[in-house]
């Protein structure tokens, strides 16, 4: 893995939108404003799978679907071989895919509502506490397996220190 530590800028400026964006959901969701709260989670889930990505190489354009890109990575035996991924990081990296494909379903629906025939179906119809609660749940579960990817990395210090940061903030998340 040591090849990787070109990309590791990358992958820690992603992982400080991913925390910067983690943060706002978490006080969205003290506010009570939990569509915005679950917007906040999905995008810092998507930042912390760019992050995984930016680690691996892996050139990406614009996209809310990181997990796509991870689970394609992970099914491509070529790939595998060529990133030297040994077997705890494939495992680690298929739960990072599988919690955040969970989250990245909801797309911009907690922004913008369903627009029905007679109606527009408002965010906050369907995004309620307990929608939020379980999608910070497994935001948190998600940045657990991405921070658990980069342990026993070596990284350069300045993403080491955004990691413990990321870690020190999920466990300030009630349980």
Known sequence: MDD???NAGKARDRLRLALYDLRRGLARFSEGDYPDSLFRVQL????????VLSYLGVEYGPTHFPSVLLGRILSERESVKRLNLAKEQIEVLIRIA???SALEVHG?????????ADRIIMPGEIYDQKASDGALRLGINTFS???????GLQV???????????REEIKRVPQ
Do not use: H
Request: negative net charge; contains cysteine.
């Open 4 to 6: 990787f530590l070109r």
């Open 44 to 51: 810092a889930v998507e930042n912390g799978c760019k992050a």
């Open 98 to 100: 599988s919690n955040a």
């Open 156 to 166: 350069p210090e300045d993403l080491a220190s955004t990691l413990q940061e990321l």
């Open 145 to 151: 397996f991405i921070i658990k990817f980069f342990e």
């Open 108 to 116: 911009a629906m907690p922004r913008y509502g369903w627009e029905v």
